[in-house]
């Protein structure tokens, strides 16, 4: 059961890291410091999106327009790792 525990909290995190991935290239390409045009930055961009946007528009679907700010990745982030504490909260409490 501990595996399974460890490869969760695995999981959780990679996605956090693939969070923090698609919000840094979106903002480097707004500034024009990578061009969508190579190949290796669209198919980065391009697999992070379609990772991160089924649940990024479940959230922006609940929060308010601030403008240009998108705060949904933050919140995602801040809720995976709620959900991951959680979780070992609970399989902690249930072992020992």
Request: hydrophobic share 55%; proline share 3%; glycine share 2%.
């Amino acid at each position: 059961m501990n595996s399974l525990l460890v490869l969760f909290n695995q999981i959780v995190e990679l996605y956090i890291w693939v969070l923090i991935i698609n919000a840094v290239a979106s903002w480097l390409v707004a500034f024009n410091v990578i061009n969508t045009s190579n190949r290796f930055v669209y198919i980065v961009l391009e697999t992070t999106y379609k990772l991160t946007n089924p649940a990024l528009r479940f959230i922006k679907n609940y929060i308010p327009n601030l403008g240009s700010i998108d705060i949904s990745p933050v919140i995602l982030v801040l809720g995976l790792i709620f959900v991951k504490n959680f979780v070992n909260e609970i399989f902690y409490k249930a072992v020992f």
